[in-house]
């Protein structure tokens, strides 16, 4: 059977390119969105400056939800530095420290602000001793002692016994002497370790942080790690610590970057419906191309005795074996594709640069079975009509298509479509990003319910179409009327995959667009402040920047905020939920700066343990005024805040609001990360605040971007948009590859044609024509497949029954279909008609 089926393929190699080529971007698309989801859980961030540390103890810095996967926590979480000494005694152990962390910047004479080779502004600043777990450091001059004297990287370019300033965890900057350079990797700032103590608030008056170690590193004599690591393990449990070693200590050492690897996760999880919908999609299409090509052999093959079962057979095996072919190098591909993701993830700032792929055969091996079967199922079904068929009318039906489709097909497809449209209100009920995406499904649930219903619907189309031409239309305009009429499986094969690169280009992208524009709408009503101050390098604004700048003339109102993450845990239908949100941090003075539209409430009442939540979300999560909600901290503080303030802008300004007074102590930095300025609109009042940034070095004056959470175009649109030009391109590529097929199958009627006296000139002329009604139907089928989602959309989100975007997107999308169409036909009928028709009907034969 599987020699016969490898005779077979020899003669249909246009249609089975076409299955290869859908196999090998379905592969390259599964590989490169299975190697995105095993990276954000397995993939380990570089040690850094916890290199020679054999052992790390730290808190945990994920969040465990019932039944579903871990959330990374970015905010330090801290351990009691009480386990420093308790881990110092355990066997083996050559040297336990305490590693603190807190905001350090460097600034030389000259005002300039040196960067730190890999470091994190908000965590550079570190005790002397922590340099015992950095990785065979090498270090020139001596090790600080006084609260003036710094010991820094050596990347910075200063020279022992240079005076310099450092600013450190919010206070003003003071002067500092160089007493040693430090080279070794993730070497930062290091003060003494009494200095250190004092500037990051763990003394006794320290603060909410105060008797506390960020992590505890532990060194170990030869051979003793994993002994030391068991030891630390027994000793900490039921304390909620983690004890790491190896790749876990890069964790460890910037939790923040480690987040990372959610953000991961949460995109291959967005990613993989798309790609399985749309692989199945164009696989299964492909296969029934082929397999319509090949329908008169396996009809004579019935004739002859063959049973269903071994026509099925045939048909799998044909086609597994062509997609062996083809998955190989879809999924060396695929790597590469997922490799030049992380690059872009990278420089838009989504993903930290430290944060490698793990690169593994696991995502190959699940898209060799995902793609067998896909291919399994699909050949399977497009052969089934046939092979159930009595052998006699199997071979009369092989030469005509069905007269009448499925009503069970065209059944499911009208229940796909009018699914379609019950998911498209979702952006009426809720103004999420997950209401938005609902978009995107609906439009290509839409397009698979069109492949399926299509045939019918074609059919009565082309009907009317024959029925309503003129008396005096061309022979090649009849003719091309009546194919469609005739040929409506085939003519809905090319239709329905052309319709969806439609759909998915314009929802996809408007669901995008408009989200953005709605967002940066409600971000620009509600910014009231006209400039910002920020501090990035110097991890944090100083302490009592909000206060000057108050004083100054010509300010009307100033008030720090800051940004941070909170897991929001609440009920929905009736079991436990837990959202990760992006959490801004306000104080009462808020109100001056920003208005959030709040509906119940005031921002003033935001202090203590207290929140201010959207309506859309206080509506969905039971969270209305004077209601208590329970929240996780960013380090892991489970906390219990009170809702004095509902606003309506959520949004552009988020879903939660923390006072600040709830979220200190809970952050890296500890630190406001801007200070939001409305002036009285004078030149004045901008001068002077000009003035007061140039005056301290490290701090930024800018203009307020209006974008709530964020400043300019979010890099998520960014990677959406990478999307968007892959998944077309393979949608393209494959389509295609499908109408080349298509119409070089067509060569017996052709040949018909042509022995019937139709010249070459009407041949053309008629495809022509058919490219036309294909195309034309495709737009038009796109456009109303999209129209209803869309319309909703831009009125859940807008308030107008029309989305945002670009306006060239839609002709773009229309020529694009138009140059595929028309293309695609012409190469392989021109090729058609250079074999002379007796020779392609004795082929045929």
Known sequence: MLHLAWRMTAHRISALLAVAGAVLGGAVL???????????????????????????????????????????????????????????????????????????????????????????????????????????????????????????????????????????????????????????????????????????????????????????????????????????????????????????????????????????????????????????????????????????????????????????????????????????????????????????????????????????????????????????????????????????????????????????????????????????????????????????????????????????????????????????????????????????????????????????????TLAQTTVMAATSEEARAGTLAGQQLTAPALGGLPDGTAAAVRALPGVRAAAPTATTTALWTYRQFGDPTTESESAMVLTPRAAGVLDLGVRQGSLSALTGATVAVSSDAAGSRGAGLGHYVRLTLGDGTPVRARVVAVYGRGLGFGPLVLSRDLAAGHTTAGLDQSVLVRTDGSAAARQRLAGYAAARPGLVLTATAGDGNGAGTPPEAWVNLAVVVVMLGYLLLSIANRLVAATAQRRSEIAALRLAGTTPRQVLSMMRREAAMVAGAAIAAGLALSALPLALLGQGFLGRPWPAGPVWLLPAAAVTVAVTAFATIEMPTRQALRTPPAEAMRARS
Not at 123 to 139: C, K, M, Q, Y
Not at 142 to 148: C, D, F, L, V
Not at 158 to 181: E, F, I, M, Q, S
């Open 30 to 508: 599964i590989t490169a969105t299975g190697v995105l989801a095993e990276s954000g859980l397995r993939a380990h961030l570089a040690p850094g400056r916890l290199g020679g540390a054999d052992v790390v103890v730290a808190a945990g810095q994920e969040y465990h939800p019932a039944g579903d996967v871990p959330i990374a926590l970015p905010e330090r979480a801290v351990v009691p530095a009480t386990f420093t000494r308790r881990l110092a005694g355990l066997p083996g152990v050559t040297a336990a420290v305490g590693d603190i962390g807190f905001p350090a910047a460097v600034i030389d004479r000259s005002g300039r602000v040196l960067p730190v080779a890999e470091g994190d502004p908000r965590a550079d600043g570190h005790g002397w001793s922590s340099t015992r777990l950095l990785a065979h450091p090498r270090i020139e001059g001596r090790a600080p002692s006084g609260p003036g004297e710094v010991a820094v990287d050596a990347g910075t370019g200063l020279r022992l016994g240079d005076r310099v300033r450092l600013a450190a965890a919010g206070r003003a900057a003071a002067p500092y002497r160089v007493t040693a350079l430090v080279r070794a990797p993730g070497a930062g700032i290091y003060v003494a370790d009494t200095a250190a103590v004092r500037l990051a608030g763990r003394g006794p008056s320290g603060g909410p942080r105060a008797g506390t170690v960020d992590l505890v590193g532990l060194t170990a004599a030869p051979g003793q790690g994993p002994r030391v690591a068991d030891e630390a393990r027994h000793l900490l449990a039921g304390t909620g610590l983690k004890v790491t070693t190896g790749g876990g200590r890069g964790a460890a050492a910037a939790p923040g970057e480690d987040a990372g690897r959610s953000l991961l996760v949460l995109l291959s999880g967005s990613l993989g419906g798309i790609v399985l919908l749309i692989t199945g999609f164009v696989t299964a299409g492909a296969l029934g191309v082929s397999i319509a090509g090949q329908r008169r052999d396996l009809a004579l093959m019935r004739a002859v005795g063959a049973t269903p079962q071994q026509i099925r057979r045939l048909a799998r095996g044909q086609s597994l074996r062509v997609a062996a072919a083809a998955v190989a190098p879809g999924i060396g591909i695929g790597y590469l594709l997922a490799g030049r993701f992380r690059s872009l993830l990278v420089g838009r700032g989504v993903l930290p640069a430290h944060l490698p792929l793990a690169l593994s055969p696991f995502p190959a091996l699940a898209t060799i079975a995902l793609v067998a079967a896909t291919v399994w199922t699909a050949a399977g079904c497009a052969a089934w009509r046939t092979s159930r068929m009595p052998a006699t009318e199997a071979v009369a039906d092989s030469h005509s298509e069905p007269r009448q489709s499925s009503p069970g097909r065209t059944g499911i497809g009208l229940l796909l479509i009018a699914a379609a449209c019950v998911l498209s209100t979702a952006p009426l009920l809720q103004r999420s990003l997950v209401s938005a995406s609902a978009t995107s499904i609906a439009g290509i649930l839409a397009a698979i319910g069109l492949a399926s219903a299509g045939p019918a619907l074609v059919r009565r189309a082309g009907e009317a179409a024959v029925r309503n031409l003129r008396p005096g239309a061309s022979a090649p305009t009849w003719l091309a009327a009546a194919n469609v009429r005739a040929y409506a499986h085939r003519v809905t094969g090319v239709v329905a995959p052309l319709a969806m690169a439609v759909v998915f280009v314009l929802t996809y």
